[in-house]
């Protein structure tokens, strides 16, 4: 577990800020589970899996990554979301909200 602090104060240095979330209910863990065909060991076992998220705004749009530790399994979820894809004309107050 210290090497995911480590690589999260990591990604903090590079701008990157923990999001907290809260865990799926149950229900919606089944209906997740059921529909993944691609799952990684960690989701198998949700109850034994630390799982951290964090999130960097860019000019370009927003970064998100997903962090998982289970056992000896590491796994890094990158997702982006780019500005121009928000479907909002852009405008200077919109440039801001996409910059640090």
């Known amino acids: 577990s210290s090497f995911l602090q480590q690589y999260i104060q990591y990604l903090q240095s590079l701008g990157f800020v923990l999001v907290q979330t809260r865990p799926p209910s149950p229900r919606r863990m089944a209906r997740m589970q059921r529909h993944n065909k691609y799952s990684t060991p960690a989701e198998n076992n949700p109850n034994k899996t630390t ?20 056992s000896q399994f590491f ?26």
Do not use: C, K
């Open 51 to 70: 799982t951290h998220h964090l999130q960097r705004t860019i000019p370009g749009g927003v970064l998100f990554m997903e962090l998982s530790l289970y």
């Open 75 to 100: 796994t890094v979820r990158q997702f982006a979301l780019e500005s121009h894809r928000l479907g909002l004309p852009v405008n200077s107050h919109l440039a801001v909200v996409f910059t640090d």
